[in-house]
C-alpha cells in the first residue's frame, strides 16, 4: 500500500488511510452478507452430501444418495418423478413469464403513450402488486374462482369441472395467480425501455415495412430488449422457485421444485435432500442469468 | 479587503500522471496576480487537470505550485485561498441561494454579521438579490453560473478558477456572459484562470492564454500574440481558420506552390509551413508589386458579416468585406503581404 | 404523447384489471356480512373491529410490527454505511464487480434457496446458543439479509445521482470532514435512506417464504397468519386484515416513490 499523500475529492489523504476507512464503511455489509449468504450458500453445499440421520438429524458423512434421489434412482429403480418436476417448475416458469411478457407489451406502450401527470399515477398502479405480499395477491383468486362467479359457472357449463365446486385448485388457477403475481416483475423495466424508445426508428420501419410484425421485430425489439432482458429473469427465476402460488392454487397433486424444497425443510426433514433440489434450481437459476448478463444491463428495481 | 492580491502564481515542472497515462507533461507557467489568464485547448489535453492541480483536488505527480511565496503543492481545496467555479456549477441543491453563497464563509465560521454583510455584497454584484431565497433548481443556466460566481467570491479568493464556465449555457447567452466576466474581473481585480476550449472566449475574455495540446502549453501570450504570430499549426488552426501553405526556404523569403513570397520574419527551417489568416489576404484590382497571386474563384460562402471566397490554386480562404461582389469563376489578384505571412514551427 | 391503438388500449386496461381484480374483490369480501361464501349478502364493518378482539391477529400483527421495524433499522444502517463505501472510495475494477456481485445475489437467489440455507445455518448455530431457536431472531437476521441490498442499493443510485462535483465544491468552499458529512451528504443522502427505508419494511412485510420456514411458534406473522387461515378456509375477517395489509403497502410504496422521484425532477 503506498504512503503517499493524494487529494481524494478535495481532501488530503493517504492511499492507505482511504482504504483503510473505505473498508471500515464496507466491514459490516460484506461481514454480514458473508457470513449470513456466502457461508449459508457454502455449507448448503456441503450438507446436500450429507445423509440424512434415521430422525432427520444431520450425519456428515459424505454421500451421494440424495443427487441420486433427485435424478431418479432408488431403491425401487429409477422413476423420473423428481426430474419431471424440475422440468415442469422450467415448463411453468416459461409459460408464465411468456404470457406475461405478451400482457406487458400493450401496457406499457399504454403507459408511455400517457400524459406526464398521470402516466406517474398509472406507473404506481403497476408498483403497488410488485409489492404487495404474495399470499394475499395469490388468495385472493380464490373469490374470483368462487363457484358463484361466472368463470367458474363457465367452466362448469362447458364440463370441465362439477356443478358446485370453484375453479381451483387446478393448473389453470396456478397459471392465473402466477401471472398476476409476476406481470409487474416484467411491466416495470420494460417500461423503462420503452419510455426511451426512439420512435424516430420505428416510423421508419414503419415506412419500409407494411407488416406490424416486421415493424416490431426490426424497430421495438432491439430497442426495448435490454428492459425485456431484466423482465424476463427478474419473473422466470422466481416464478420457477415459487411454492406459494401452486400450493395455494394448484393443490397437492400439482408440485413444483419450490414445494418440493419446502417438503424436504418442513414435514419431511430431509435436509439434504432440500439442499441438493435447492442446488438443482440454482443451477436452472445461473444457466437463465447467463442469458441475462448477455444483455449486461443494471437491474434497476426501484 | 484582501491582502494577497498581489501574489503571482507559480506553476514548476508540473507532471501528472494517472496510472500509465501522462496528462501532463512538465508545465511551467506564471500567472501574475491580477491577469485573465486562459487555459485553451482541446478535450483531453490537460488543461481540466492542470485547473484541479491549482484548486487542490489534485496532487501533482511531481513538481509543485506557488502561491506568493508560499509552496502549496500540497494543500487541499480546504486550505487554499482558491475558489472554483465548476462547469456544473455544483451549486448545493438543498440549500437557498443565499444558504449556497454563504456556505464558504460559514464553514469557515466567519461571524454572522460579517456573513450576512458579504454575501449581501455578492448578491448584489452579480445581481442575484431577488432570488436569494430560492432553490437551485428554479434558476435558469445563466443564473445558476452567477450564483456559482458569488459563492466563490464572497470568499475573496486570491485567485478564481473557471472550469468552462459558460458550457452549459445556449449560445446567444454566451456573448454576454463574456463580456460580463470581463468587466467582473477588471472591477474586482482577482486573478481569474478560466479553462475552455472555445478561442472566441478566450479571446474575449483573456489577458493572456496559454494554449495547450498533449499535456503540455504549445503557446502563451496576448490574445492578439497567439492569434496573430501562432507559434506552430495547432495553434494556427485551433484559434481560427488559418490557410497553410508548405514552403521551402529562399534567399529573402520562402518558395511555394504559389510562388516566391517574401518574409518579415525569416524561418528557422529550410522546409515547412507558412500561414496566412483569411482576413489579412487582401484583394487587388492589378498585380501588386511583392507576394502577388492570381486566382480564380471556386466558392463564394455568404457569412453575414462577410464573404468566404475559396480560391484555387492552393484551395486558399479569403475573407472579404460584404460590398464586393464576386462570382465562382472571377480571376483575381492576391496579396499575401510579408507581414502578415507567418512562418510556423513544429 | 402519442396515441396508442385502440387494441393495445384495451389490453393494457384489461391487463390492470386482471392485476387489481383479485384485491378488489378481497376488498368488497371484507365488507361483506355473510360469514361464510361468497354471496353479497349486505354492507358491514364488522370484520375490521372484530380483527381488534383477535388476541392471535393482535399478535401477529405485534410480531410483523417488530421483525419489519428492527430488521428495517438494522439493515439501514448497515446498507447506508455499505453504499457509502461502495461509491466514495477509489475501489479498482476486481473489487467493484465484486461488490456489485454481493450486492446483486440477494436480489436474484430465489427465496426459497435463501431460506433452505438459512435453516440449515440456524440449525447448526443452535447447538452453540438457543438464540438461534426457530423465531423471531432468526427472522429478523434473514430479512436484514435480503433487505441490506436493496437498502445499498437505493442509497447507492442516490449518491451516484449526487455525484462528486457537490463534495469537491464544498471541500473547495473550506468544508471540514464533518460539516461536508452534516450539512451536504447526509442532507442530500436524505431522500435515498428513507426510501430506502421504506422498501425495506415493504419488502419485510413482503416477504413470506423466509419467515415461512424461520419461524417458530411465538413468532406468527401477518402473512404467515394468512397463509394458514387460508389454508383451513377463508373468512370475512382474513379478508379485512388482508385490505388492510395491502393498505398499509400502498402508503409505503407511494411514500418511497414520492421521496426517490422527488428530486430527480
Known amino acids: 500500500m503506498e504512503k503517499k499523500r493524494i487529494l481524494w475529492r478535495g481532501e488530503l489523504t493517504t492511499q492507505r488511510s482511504l482504504s483503510i476507512r473505505g473498508l471500515f464503511c464496507l466491514s459490516s455489509g460484506i461481514s454480514w452478507l458473508m457470513f449470513f449468504l456466502m457461508l449459508p450458500g457454502l455449507l448448503f453445499v456441503a450438507v446436500s452430501f450429507a445423509t440424512r440421520g434415521d430422525h432427520g438429524e444431520l450425519v456428515w458423512q459424505f454421500s451421494l444418495e440424495s443427487y441420486e434421489r433427485l435424478m431418479g434412482f432408488s431403491l425401487f429403480g429409477w422413476t423420473p418423478d423428481y426430474l419431471l418436476i424440475l422440468w415442469r417448475s422450467v415448463e411453468v416458469a416459461f409459460i408464465t413469464t411468456l404470457i406475461a411478457v405478451l400482457l406487458s407489451y400493450p401496457l406499457s406502450f399504454f403507459i408511455a403513450s400517457r400524459p406526464a401527470k398521470s402516466r406517474y399515477m398509472w406507473l404506481t398502479l403497476v408498483i403497488v402488486p410488485f409489492w404487495t405480499n404474495m399470499v394475499i395477491r395469490t388468495y385472493a383468486w380464490f373469490y374470483l374462482l368462487s363457484p358463484d362467479l361466472p368463470l367458474a359457472k363457465l367452466a362448469c357449463a362447458l364440463g370441465f369441472i362439477p356443478e358446485g365446486t370453484p375453479l381451483y385448485p387446478n393448473v389453470f388457477a396456478v397459471y392465473l395467480g402466477m401471472v398476476t403475481v409476476f406481470l409487474p416483475f416484467v411491466v416495470l423495466p420494460l417500461y423503462s425501455s420503452v419510455e426511451r424508445l426512439d420512435w424516430s426508428l420505428v416510423e421508419a420501419a414503419q415506412d419500409l415495412y407494411s407488416s406490424r410484425m416486421r415493424v416490431f421485430m426490426q424497430a421495438i425489439l432491439p430497442q426495448t430488449a435490454p428492459g425485456l432482458a431484466v423482465g424476463i429473469i427478474l419473473t422466470f427465476v422466481p416464478a420457477m422457485a415459487t411454492f406459494v402460488v401452486p400450493d395455494l392454487l394448484g393443490g397437492a397433486k400439482y408440485m413444483l421444485v419450490g414445494n418440493l424444497i419446502q417438503q424436504q425443510f418442513g414435514a419431511s426433514r430431509d435436509w439434504p435432500f432440500g439442499a441438493a433440489v435447492s442446488l438443482g434450481l440454482m443451477i436452472l437459476t445461473m444457466i437463465s442469468l447467463q442469458i441475462y448478463s448477455r444483455k449486461g444491463k443494471e437491474i434497476e428495481i426501484v | ?346 | ?265
Open chain 3, 1 to 265: 404523447m402519442r396515441k396508442t391503438h385502440p387494441v393495445v388500449k384495451g389490453l393494457a386496461l384489461l391487463t390492470v384489471w386482471f392485476l387489481y381484480l383479485p384485491l378488489l374483490g378481497v376488498a368488497v369480501c371484507s365488507f361483506n356480512t355473510a360469514k361464510d361464501g361468497w354471496v353479497w349478502k349486505g354492507f358491514t364493518f364488522d370484520w375490521y373491529v372484530k380483527l381488534f378482539d383477535n388476541d392471535w391477529i393482535l399478535n401477529a400483527a405485534w410480531n410483523t410490527l417488530v421483525l419489519g421495524l428492527v430488521s428495517t433499522v438494522i439493515a439501514t444502517v448497515i446498507g447506508t454505511v455499505l453504499a457509502v463505501g461502495i461509491n466514495r472510495f477509489p475501489w479498482g475494477r476486481k473489487t467493484n464487480s465484486f461488490l456489485n456481485t454481493m450486492l446483486n445475489i440477494p436480489v436474484v437467489i430465489p427465496d426459497i434457496v435463501m431460506a433452505g440455507s438459512l435453516v440449515v445455518v440456524f440449525g447448526i448455530l443452535r447447538e452453540v446458543s438457543s438464540i438461534f431457536d426457530m423465531g423471531m431472531v432468526d427472522m429478523i437476521i434473514g430479512h436484514v439479509t435480503f433487505q441490506i441490498a436493496f437498502v445499498a442499493l437505493v442509497v447507492r443510485s442516490r449518491l451516484t445521482l449526487i455525484g462528486q462535483d457537490v463534495e469537491e465544491a464544498a471541500r473547495d468552499l473550506f468544508a471540514s470532514n464533518w460539516y461536508l458529512m452534516r450539512k451536504v451528504m447526509l442532507p442530500l443522502m436524505m431522500p435515498g435512506i428513507v426510501a430506502g427505508a421504506m422498501l425495506a419494511f415493504t419488502l419485510s412485510l413482503d416477504d413470506f417464504v423466509i419467515s415461512f420456514f424461520l419461524s417458530g411458534p411465538d413468532s406468527q406473522t401477518l402473512p404467515l397468519y394468512i397463509y394458514a387461515s387460508v389454508r383451513r378456509g377463508v373468512t370475512p375477517q382474513i379478508h379485512a386484515l388482508s385490505t388492510l395489509v395491502v393498505l398499509v403497502t400502498v402508503v409505503l410504496v407511494v411514500g418511497a416513490q414520492f421521496l426517490s422521484k422527488k428530486e430527480e425532477a
Open chain 2, 1 to 346: 479587503m484582501n491582502t494577497n492580491k498581489e501574489k503571482n502564481l507559480t506553476i514548476q515542472n508540473v507532471v501528472k500522471t494517472f496510472g500509465k497515462v501522462e496528462v501532463l507533461k512538465t508545465v511551467n507557467q506564471v500567472v501574475k496576480a491580477g491577469e485573465f489568464f486562459t487555459l485553451l485547448g482541446p478535450s483531453g489535453c490537460g488543461k481540466t487537470t492542470l485547473l484541479r492541480i491549482i484548486a487542490g483536488l489534485e496532487i501533482p505527480t511531481t513538481g509543485s505550485i506557488i502561491l506568493g511565496t508560499d509552496d502549496i503543492t500540497s494543500l487541499p481545496a480546504t486550505k487554499r485561498h482558491v475558489n472554483m467555479v465548476f462547469q456544473s456549477y455544483a451549486l448545493f441543491p438543498h440549500l437557498t441561494i443565499y444558504e449556497n453563497i454563504a456556505f464558504g464563509l460559514r464553514s469557515r465560521k466567519i461571524n454572522a454579521d460579517e456573513i450576512k454583510r458579504r454575501v449581501a455584497e455578492g448578491l448584489e454584484m452579480l445581481r442575484l438579490e431577488s432570488l436569494q431565497d430560492r432553490m437551485p433548481d428554479q434558476l435558469s443556466g445563466g443564473q445558476k453560473q452567477r450564483v456559482s460566481l458569488a459563492r466563490a467570491l464572497v470568499n475573496e479568493p486570491d485567485i478564481l478558477l473557471l472550469d468552462e464556465p459558460m458550457s452549459a449555457l445556449d449560445a446567444k447567452l454566451r456573448s454576454q456572459v463574456q463580456e460580463d466576466l470581463r468587466r467582473l474581473q477588471r472591477k474586482l481585480g482577482t486573478t481569474f484562470i478560466m479553462v475552455t476550449h472555445d478561442q472566441d472566449e478566450a479571446l474575449v475574455c483573456s489577458d493572456r492564454i496559454a494554449v495547450m495540446n498533449g499535456g503540455v502549453i504549445v503557446q502563451c501570450g496576448t490574445p492578439e500574440e497567439v492569434y496573430d504570430y501562432p507559434c506552430n499549426k495547432f495553434v494556427a488552426e485551433f484559434l481560427g481558420a488559418a490557410n497553410m501553405l508548405k514552403a521551402k526556404r529562399v534567399e529573402g523569403g520562402v518558395e511555394t506552390e504559389l510562388g516566391f513570397f517574401c518574409l518579415e520574419k525569416m524561418p528557422e527551417w529550410s522546409e515547412g509551413l507558412v500561414t496566412i489568416r483569411p482576413e489579412w489576404i487582401k484583394i487587388r484590382e492589378s498585380r501588386p508589386e511583392r507576394n502577388g497571386v492570381l486566382a480564380t474563384v471556386d466558392d463564394v460562402v455568404y457569412r453575414g458579416t462577410n464573404f468566404d471566397l475559396f480560391l484555387s490554386p492552393g484551395n486558399l480562404r479569403v475573407r472579404t468585406s460584404a460590398n464586393k461582389n464576386f462570382r465562382v469563376g472571377d480571376t483575381i489578384w492576391l496579396e499575401l503581404t510579408a507581414g502578415d505571412l507567418v512562418a510556423l514551427g513544429d
